[in-house]
């Protein structure tokens, strides 16, 4: 069954660092791009950035409100994905999702496996 | 950046009836949109990608038109479980886009 299964969130003071972790099975993980979009309480969905494959060099996309604060890192051997959180915000509190990517080039994309997600709550 | 805008925000239909929701880009995307549809306290679900395909195991009452800047899915006949919130996203340019969703509720 291909699966993705979240972990590491957790309530953290502003300013503070999180690091979120996505395990992969069920299909060939280092083949894929990956993903994280986020949630917040009541929201819609928020893109927060990819990761790509071996083939593209890992090279990595991340939204503005994020960029610079977090990063995204992969394991292929672990079958894993990262999501470093520093110097976070009460507004990164949220539900985030690891979501695998199938890309068809100059044709489409999209994502069709999402985790069930993992809560980051930022608050004093 | 691309931004993407549904509507309605808001639906209420009955069991049966005949849903359409619009999203529309503020530049054109190609076929790099995708509908999901999320449930309360459940990960989104991918319904339809490349506007109008219909991804494996959902039901055929579920379709998805438009190319360009504007895009619809279509409910063609609403069963209870289709009580949800529906996102658009594109993934023509960087970053990727949502809708602000559509929520769909029983009358």
């Known amino acids: 069954e291909v699966q993705l299964v979240e972990s590491g969130g957790g309530l953290v003071q502003p300013g503070g660092s999180l690091r979120l972790s996505c395990a992969a099975s069920g299909f060939t993980f280092s083949d894929h791009y990956m993903e994280w979009v986020r949630q917040a309480p009541g929201k819609g969905l928020e893109w927060v950035g990819r990761?790509?494959?071996?083939?593209?060099?890992?090279?990595?996309e991340y939204a503005a409100s994020v960029k610079g604060r977090f990063t995204i890192s992969r394991d292929d051997s672990k079958n894993s994905l990262y999501l470093q959180m520093n110097s976070l915000k009460t507004e990164d509190t949220a539900v985030y999702y690891c979501?695998?990517?199938?890309?068809?080039?100059?044709?489409?994309?999209?994502?069709?496996?999402w985790g069930k997600g993992t809560t980051v709550t930022v608050s004093s | 950046d691309t931004q993407l805008t549904q509507s309605p925000s808001f639906l209420s239909e009955s069991v049966g009836d005949r849903v359409t929701i619009t999203c529309r880009a503020s530049?054109?995307?190609?076929?790099?949109l995708a509908w999901y549809q999320q449930k309360p306290g459940k990960a989104p679900k991918l319904l339809i990608y490349a506007a109008s395909t219909l991804q494996s195991g959902v039901p055929s009452r579920f379709s998805g038109s438009g190319s360009g800047t504007e895009f619809t899915l279509t409910i063609s006949s609403l069963q209870p479980e289709d009580f949800a919130t529906y996102y658009c996203?594109?993934?023509?340019?960087?970053?990727?886009?949502f809708g602000q969703g559509t929520r769909l509720e029983i009358k």
């Open positions: 530049q054109g995307i190609s076929g790099y």
């Open positions: 979501a695998r990517v199938i890309l068809v080039p100059n044709t489409y994309s999209y994502m069709d496996v």
């Open positions: 996203q594109q993934l023509n340019t960087y970053p990727v886009t």
């Open positions: 990761t790509r494959n071996k083939a593209k060099s890992y090279t990595t």
